[in-house]
T-cell receptor, first 113, second 109 residues
Framework: KAGVTQTPRYLIKTRGQQVTLSCSPI?????VSWYQQTPGQGLQFLFE???????NKGNFPGRFSGRQFSNSRSEMNVSTLELGDSALYLC????????????FGPGTRLTVL | KNEVEQSPQNLTAQEGEFITINCSYS?????LHWLQQHPGGGIVSLFM???GKKKHGRLIATINIQEKHSSLHITASHPRDSAVYIC???????????FGQGTILTVHP
């Protein structure tokens, strides 16, 4: 069974631009969560989607948004990029948004110049 | 004070040693996760616990709900165990993962 895939793996943008990251969950998994990892703040929860609905949201500004499609694939968007948005963005999938084990993708490393 | 605290932050061991990493949390939880992250970023979920103890190979995870504390033990450590180990809790209030800052483990041959 294929794992969680994320595209692109690496991305360089400039301040003020916007970016869209994609996550394809493991087949049969309907819950997708997004996380941001930076050296200073560590791992932080962004949001979780289940059946195309956002279930939970972390403490991030409205520039960070996401969505989930009917095939469970998810995208996250960051608008008006800031230098501090440079991070590793990870998504994780699981069958149900409960206490199921999450399976992480390899991440997208975003650099904002 | 962070909701999830790990100790130690850095840990160096010789191959074969028994290793313990601790995690304390201050919120009510429905589950606790132990994650492993190797250089390059990939994260693997090692355990998910809501009570008691779990074992997988050389790894053992325990949780004491009353004391709000969990430990990850590695027996007969090996250089390939070198990684960052992260504790994360699912709070009953918010239902989302909150992470500890991680423990950097280096095992020397």
């Amino acid at each position: 069974k294929a794992g969680v895939t994320q595209t692109p793996r690496y991305l360089i943008k400039t301040r003020g631009q916007q970016v869209t990251l994609s996550c394809s969950p493991i087949s049969g998994h309907r819950s997708v969560s997004w996380y941001q990892q930076t050296p200073g703040q560590g791992l932080q929860f962004l949001f979780e989607y289940f059946s195309e609905t956002q279930r939970n949201k972390g403490n991030f500004p409205g520039r960070f948004s996401g969505r989930q499609f009917s095939n469970s694939r998810s995208e996250m968007n960051v608008s008006t990029l800031e230098l501090g948005d440079s991070a590793l963005y990870l998504c994780a999938s699981r069958r149900q948004p409960s206490t199921d084990t999450q399976y992480f993708g390899p991440g997208t490393r975003l650099t904002v110049l | 004070k962070n909701e999830v605290e790990q100790s130690p932050q850095n840990l160096t061991a010789q191959e074969g040693e028994f290793i313990t990493i601790n995690c304390s949390y201050s919120v009510g939880i429905s589950a606790l996760h132990w994650l492993q992250q190797h250089p390059g970023g990939g994260i693997v979920s090692l355990f998910m616990l809501s009570s008691g103890k779990k074992k997988h190979g050389r790894l053992i995870a325990t949780i004491n709900i009353q004391e709000k504390h969990s430990s990850l033990h590695i027996t007969a450590s090996h250089p390939r165990d070198s990684a960052v180990y992260i504790c994360a809790v699912v709070s009953t209030s918010y239902g989302k993962l909150t992470f500890g800052q991680g423990t950097i483990l280096t095992v020397h041959p």
